[in-house]
């Protein structure tokens, strides 16, 4: 790996949308569209959302995170959620502390969206619970979950 000084965090919106749309197809799942991306993340300049962000080493993408905005009702209370989403980083940087760095950049970079519930549905739970140090809960809770299709 190169120097920890050429290792950015960037924003999905701040990269050619061409070079985000390969990564994602090609590293990802192929399926992903230019319309896929800008339904689940508002990866427009103008949106100010949570989104879709990225670890470059020599402008090179070696990791991904997105935070899909999603409104929660809970006791009768509309919540803005993010739903963890797109987490990857390529095996060679592995292990190094690279992705928890990006992580929690991310969560940072959502601010601006009044993210109150960062949130995911995942088997890794030893990882963000040991490692990440998050609160995690294994089991659903009965209950009922409706999503919007709609960002806002």
């Not at 960037?10 to 090609?26: A, F, I, R």
Request: glycine share 4%.
């Amino acid at each position: 790996m190169s120097a920890r000084t050429e290792i950015e965090i960037v924003e999905s919106k701040s990269l050619d949308p061409e070079k985000v749309l390969h990564y994602m197809k090609n590293i990802l799942r192929p399926f992903y569209s230019t319309s896929i991306l800008d339904w689940k993340y508002s990866n427009t300049k103008e949106a100010n959302t949570a989104g879709l962000f990225f670890m470059l080493n020599e402008n090179k993408i070696i990791s991904s995170q997105g935070f899909i905005p999603i409104r929660l009702w809970i006791e009768g209370k509309s919540v803005k959620s993010a739903k963890s989403e797109s987490s990857f980083l390529s095996s060679e940087y592995r292990w190094k502390g690279l992705f928890e760095e990006l992580y929690f950049k991310s969560i940072e970079g959502c601010k601006s969206s009044d993210i109150d519930i960062f949130w995911s549905f995942t088997m890794l739970v030893k990882i963000w619970k040991e490692k990440l140090g998050f609160n995690v809960h294994n089991i659903l809770y009965e209950s009922r979950l409706q999503l919007s299709l709609r960002i806002n």
